[in-house]
């Protein structure tokens, strides 16, 4: 399963180029991938067969809300997952972004696909704890390493945007939960092989 990372920018002004925070948002998510958290990586939690391939940077407008393409940056070979079990490709976990701020157009989500059959608990079908820590662990020390690295923390901090009222949130915490979701798209996109019996 190949994936692209689309990542949004919103220009507030100050100097800063939209190609490097490109190269920046790879080679953040790639360290991400291999740092250790407790005893596990967040490749581990990942499905050898789950690769990523690009980062697409959009550049939001703050006034309209209308984004362009304005960077990409692409990922070494066989950036991805290490376990050799996956569960279905339209399975996958939410990642909640947390602002402290009350009210809904206040947090955000990812979801992240091409797990690994490692992540479920086999007697409750839920995800393991110590494994959604380390996705948790893995998308802040991401979110993170993609603003310090720039040398300019103001220009590139992690927010939560809201197109009601044009608001920007700094993201403050990150939390997975232990249910495992479906993205319907993903699903939707099946050929699906049907078996049936008649009733005598």
């Given at each position: ?29 790639t ?12 490749a ?26 304005a ?32 009210g ?47 040398g ?23 939390t ?25």
């Amino acid at each position: 399963m190949t994936h692209t990372i689309y990542y949004r920018d919103v220009s507030l002004g100050g100097s800063y180029n939209l190609q490097d925070h490109a190269n920046q948002i790879r080679d953040a998510w790639t360290l991400a991938l291999s740092t250790i958290y407790g005893t596990d990586t967040m490749a581990s939690c990942l499905a050898d067969t789950t690769d990523y391939r690009d980062v697409i940077l959009y550049d939001i407008d703050p006034v309209t809300g209308r984004t362009s393409t304005a960077a990409q940056a692409t990922f070494a070979p066989n950036t991805g997952g290490i376990d050799n079990a996956h569960l279905p490709s339209e399975v996958a976990l939410a990642v909640t972004l947390n602002t402290g701020i009350p009210g809904r157009r206040n947090r955000g989500r990812v979801f992240l696909g091409g797990l690994s059959t490692s992540l479920v608990d086999q007697t409750t079908g839920r995800c393991k704890s110590a494994r959604a820590a380390t996705i948790a662990q893995a998308v802040a020390k991401f979110l993170q390493a993609s603003r310090d690295q720039t040398g300019d923390i103001d220009a590139f901090r992690a927010v939560v945007y809201s197109r009601v009222g044009q608001v920007t949130s700094p993201i403050t915490r990150v939390t997975v939960g232990d249910v495992m979701d479906v993205q319907r798209r993903r699903r939707a996109s099946l050929v699906e092989v049907r078996q049936g019996a008649n009733v005598p």
